[in-house]
């Protein structure tokens, strides 16, 4: 199982974009990169998920170099509504397959 | 698309009651869904991994015969917490995923259990 590093905590002020960095030294050739949100008391929300370059959708983008041992969740724009814990996930699901949830990183959006 | 519900959200039981708690994929087929543990201030721990038809997995340390799971069609997996103890208090979350999006978990809203 790749093993994930990210930063415990960061602070960022409303209107700023944040970018969170995830290291995944040994991910494997058929792993995913998945980043998930999650708010206290509540599952885990999908966000993005990439395999190598670059992947934005309607809320993040996600930033893959091509070594793929890390990966980087940037948030434009972060409004007090985006405090949350934001977890990186690498690896497969299905069949046998599972990933591993990490510390995640607590993000705190300042006003 | 891609929903999970996850019932109850909240359960009180007395120690030494067996607590079931549902998770459905509401609009895909779950082919492997996965349960999850996670104490205050802390990272999700994974308890367990089912498929479809088969036995689930279950991670070391944690007990099958005390967290019974069953995964008996496409849309529904149950955890069934046999008798319940105050330690067992936590929170459980499951998670789906299906052929549609294969690597993406999709999670329930989780369910807060408290046994008394």
């Known amino acids: 199982l790749a093993k994930t590093t990210q930063p415990i905590s960061m602070d960022s002020y409303e209107g700023q974009e944040v970018n969170i960095t995830c290291s995944h030294n040994n991910i494997a050739t058929n792993d995913y990169i998945t980043w998930y949100q999650q708010f206290p008391s509540q599952g885990p929300r999908f966000i993005i998920q990439g ?19 890390s990966s980087t969740l940037s948030l434009p724009r972060v409004s007090l509504s985006d405090t949350a814990v934001y ?8 069949g046998y397959q599972k990933v591993t949830f990490g510390t995640g990183t607590k993000l705190q959006v300042i006003p | 698309g891609a929903v999970v519900s996850q019932h109850p959200s909240w359960v009180i039981c007395k120690s030494g009651t067996s607590v079931k708690i549902e998770c459905r994929s509401l609009d895909f087929q779950a082919t492997t869904m996965f349960w999850y543990r996670q ?62 999006a294969k690597n993406i978990q999709y999670f329930g809203a989780g369910t807060r259990l408290s046994v008394l």
């Open chain 1, 51 to 69: 395999y190598k370059t670059k992947v934005t959708n309607e809320v993040a983008s996600l930033f893959i170099p091509a070594d793929r041992k």
């Open chain 1, 87 to 94: 977890y990186c996930l690498v690896g497969v699901t299905g």
């Open chain 2, 39 to 100: 104490f205050p201030k802390q990272s999700l721990m994974l308890m367990a991994t089912s498929n479809e038809g088969s036995k689930a997995t279950y991670e070391q340390g944690v007990e099958k015969d005390k967290f019974l799971i069953n995964h008996a069609s496409l849309t529904l997996s149950t955890l069934t917490v046999t008798s319940a103890h105050p330690e067992d208090s936590s929170f459980y979350i499951c998670s789906a995923s299906g052929a549609v």
